[in-house]
T-cell receptor, first 113, second 110 residues
Framework: DTGVSQDPRHKITKRGQNVTFRCDPI?????LYWYRQTLGQGPEFLTY????????KSRLLSDRFSAERPKGSFSTLEIQRTEQGDSAMYLC???????????FGPGTRLTVL | RKEVEQDPGPFNVPEGATVAFNCTYS??????FFWYRQDCRKEPKLLMS???SGNEDGRFTAQLNRASQYISLLIRDSKLSDSATYLC???????????FGGGTRLMVKP
């Protein structure tokens, strides 16, 4: 499968725990995006990278959230001290830098108890 | 006010019907416009881009009115497989973040 992959697909954690998600983009794509989607809503932008540089962060990305893309390939999104309000689907997408179409991965569904 | 607004529906239509969805966006600097389709518990997938002149892809027709900041999607001859959530999406600059509407749910019934 040469599409965007995400791991894990599902994560259940207790409030206060830290979680980390991984995204592997399509190999030739140099832009990588993270979005969050809650039930009944459209995805909301969190942050994006061009290669290893983090170019933009949404104000939704509180200081408990951090994202990295150390070698310009895969990316990780970490949430520290999880809260129940963090429960959502976390979607990763990738694209060529100047192209419009973003290809989405299957998402990681986070449930914070 | 949300940047991209859609009627959440659901729109319940019989097979073969024609259905139209509308969307408005608030950022007049938006340059690119799309419709994405999202099946239940799946990721969004690009259905079609929307151009100022209007464009058609089979049973799907998309139109853009920049003056009114309004986007539409028309589905003709609805199929059961068209049942999904349709997301209206805008982009201020190519390669930048996408801004999604809340989605319109379509249910096509036999």
């Amino acid at each position: 499968d040469t599409g965007v992959s995400q791991d894990p697909r599902h994560k259940i954690t207790k409030r206060g725990q830290n979680v980390t998600f991984r995204c592997d983009p399509i190999s030739e794509h140099n832009r990588l995006y993270w979005y969050r989607q809650t039930l009944g809503q459209g995805p909301e932008f969190l942050t994006y990278f061009q290669n290893e540089a983090q170019l933009e962060k949404s104000r939704l990305l509180s200081d408990r959230f951090s994202a990295e893309r150390p070698k310009g390939s895969f990316s990780t999104l970490e949430i520290q001290r999880t809260e129940q309000g963090d429960s959502a689907m976390y979607l990763c997408a990738s694209s060529f830098w100047s192209y419009n179409e973003q290809f989405f991965g299957p998402g990681t569904r986070l449930t914070v108890l | 006010r949300k940047e991209v607004e859609q009627d959440p529906g659901p729109f319940n239509v019989p097979e073969g019907a024609t259905v139209a969805f509308n969307c408005t966006y608030s950022n007049s600097a938006s340059q690119s416009f799309f419709w994405y389709r999202q099946d239940c518990r799946k990721e969004p997938k690009l259905l079609m881009s929307v151009y100022s002149s209007g464009n058609e892809d089979g049973r799907f027709t998309a139109q853009l009115n920049r003056a009114s900041q309004y986007i539409s999607l028309l589905i003709r001859d609805s199929k059961l497989s068209d049942s999904a959530t349709y997301l209206c999406v805008v982009n201020v600059r190519a390669g930048n973040m996408l801004t999604f509407g809340g989605g319109t749910r379509l249910m096509v019934k036999p």
